[in-house]
Structures are given as C-alpha cells and as structure tokens.
C-alpha cells in the first residue's frame, strides 16, 4: 500500500521560496503520475502541478506557472515541488496525490497528510 508523507512547508515572506518534499513508502513512485494540489482556508482545494510516472511531462495550474517546479527522485522515491516567488495567495495546505497511471489523471487515489504554507509579512 502507497503511502505519502509530505513536508517543507512553513511561514514564508512574500517574494520567498520553498521546497515542499513528497515522500513515498509501500511502492515505488516511478509507476505513478504524482500530483500536488492546495487548499486555501475557506476555498476548495485545487490542482497546483503534476507530473507524469516517467517524469517526461508536467503541467502546471496559470497561477504558478514560471514560479514553481515539480521534479521527482527516482532513487529518494519523493517528488518535489519548489515554489519561488511566493505570493500571500499560495497560502494554503499542500497535498501530494498519486495514481497508478502514466500520465496525469483527473482523479487520484493515494494521498498524503498535507503541509502547510503560509506566505505572510
């Protein structure tokens, strides 16, 4: 069974940086497409990026294209997602999913805790 430990989050200054980590254990992550989604206090939770199981494409939400970046380490089996550039409006929970799919499904089955960001001053 695929479980997801993420971290990295914390409180942040506008304009900062951070690297959120998504760790996995029970299953090796390179036969999974592996998202990262956010929830806002009071909003819905949205897709934030996602790569695919072989790491050949990725896709981003237009509100963080040019500032993040999601990468994956076969050999740590952990995805990454490093936010530059941080804006007041990346608060939120961050999560990591994933699902046992080649490319990046609308739907994903495995989630972990969630990370919190806070980009404040």
């Known amino acids: 069974q695929l479980q997801l430990v993420e971290s990295g989050g914390g409180l942040v200054q506008p304009g900062g940086s951070l690297r959120l980590s998504c760790a996995a254990s029970?299953?090796?992550?390179?036969?999974?497409?592996i998202g990262w989604f956010r929830q806002a206090p009071g909003k819905e939770r949205e897709g934030v990026s996602c790569i695919s199981s072989n790491g050949a494409y990725t896709n981003y939400d237009d509100s963080v294209k040019g500032r993040f970046t999601i990468s994956g380490d076969n050999a740590k089996n952990t995805v990454y997602l490093q936010m530059n550039s941080l804006k007041p409006e990346d608060t939120g929970f961050y999560y990591c999913a994933a699902e046992p799919e080649a490319g990046c499904p609308r739907d994903f089955s495995y989630w972990g805790q969630g990370t919190p960001v806070t980009v404040s001053s």
């Open positions: 029970g299953s090796t992550l390179a036969y999974y497409a």
